[in-house]
């Protein structure tokens, strides 16, 4: 029983033994492919990367990472994280697919070969590490012949160009004017409120006083149209009456004109006597000159007698003395 006991023990570890070197084999792709492995040293923060994240050639995927460390100068208390990976061998060809795989790393970092951080998603944070070639991109060996392990140059982002300028600003004298701004945008703000409420207080005035003239205008329009129907009614009754009284009036103002005219026809047949009377030769007119004659003499007469009375008033009873 024991001796059985022993077997068993043994080959269930032999067992347990065998599955842990095939799941090995088979996270690394040892077991159908060889494996090339390479290290990269990153200088500044690897937030979000970790054991087992990816490591891809522009998005294809050609390895994991294998290990993470910290490496620290003691010197200078540099640091530095060396991340090690493992990558698929044979994963770049050089001319199509039956071209050339290229196996060796140092021959790929010197034709551009490099490294750097690539965020995976924007909700866990996590990241991992893609490669691309990227000839005469300067890249910087920082194991120094330490590590057995080929190197891949971690290539510069951008952005840590870009923090590292800004550590050289002079941000005190940046915060300062940024304040000093603010303060001023601030101060304006309120001029400008101010000046808002104020115009919004005479818009508001200048609103009611516009509202009362309408209200003003409203009504003396109302008056005006009451007014203007009270006269056209007042002249259409003054139309229908001065109609009434001409139709009233109308035969009399006939009976008038014929009478106007009867006149004026007697008259024409009297002036048409007198001129007859008074024409050169006529009769009467004879008549009428020797009258006329007469009464001049008797007139001169008279004026001579009057005369003569006046100046010796008993003539009358002297008789015709004559006159010295």
Do not use: C
């Amino acid at each position: 029983m024991k001796r059985h006991a022993l077997l068993t023990g043994v080959f269930v570890t032999g067992a347990v033994a065998l599955l842990i070197v095939a799941v090995l084999m088979l996270g690394s792709g040892g077991l159908f492919g060889r494996t090339l492995r390479a290290v990269v040293y990153f200088e500044g923060s690897v937030r979000g990367l970790y054991v087992g994240a990816p490591v891809t050639f522009r998005g294809v995927k050609v390895g994991e990472v294998d290990d993470i460390d910290i490496d620290v100068e003691p010197d200078t208390l540099a640091t530095r994280i060396p991340v090690s990976l493992t990558l698929r061998a044979g994963s770049i060809r050089m001319g199509g697919p039956e071209g050339q795989r290229l196996n060796n790393i140092p021959d790929l970092v010197q034709r551009g070969l490099r490294a750097r951080l690539v965020l995976q998603s924007v909700v866990t944070g996590q990241t991992g590490i893609d490669l691309d070639l990227k000839p005469g991109t300067p890249g910087r060996l920082l194991a120094r012949g330490r590590s057995r392990i080929p190197e891949i140059p971690a290539a510069r982002d951008r952005l840590d160009a870009l923090l590292e300028q800004l550590t050289t600003l002079p941000l005190n004298d940046l915060l300062g004017d940024v304040r000093t701004t603010i303060r001023s945008l601030n101060q304006a703000l309120q001029a400008t409120q101010a000046n808002v409420g104020q115009a919004s207080a005479q818009l508001v005035r200048t609103a009611r006083q516009a509202e009362e003239t309408l209200a003003v205008g409203a009504n003396a329009l109302q008056a005006v149209q009451q007014q203007t129907r009270s006269t056209l009614a007042a002249v259409e009754a003054l139309s229908r009456q001065s109609e009434q009284v001409v139709r009233e009036t109308a035969p009399e103002l006939q009976g008038g004109l014929r009478s106007t005219r009867e006149a004026a026809e007697a008259a024409r047949t009297a002036l048409g006597q007198v001129a007859d009377i008074t024409a050169p030769g006529a009769p009467v007119r004879a008549d009428l000159e020797g009258a006329v004659r007469d009464l001049a003499l008797a007139s001169r007469n008279l004026r001579a007698l009057s005369e003569r009375l006046e100046r010796r008033p008993n003539a009358l009873l002297f008789g015709g003395e004559t006159e010295r």
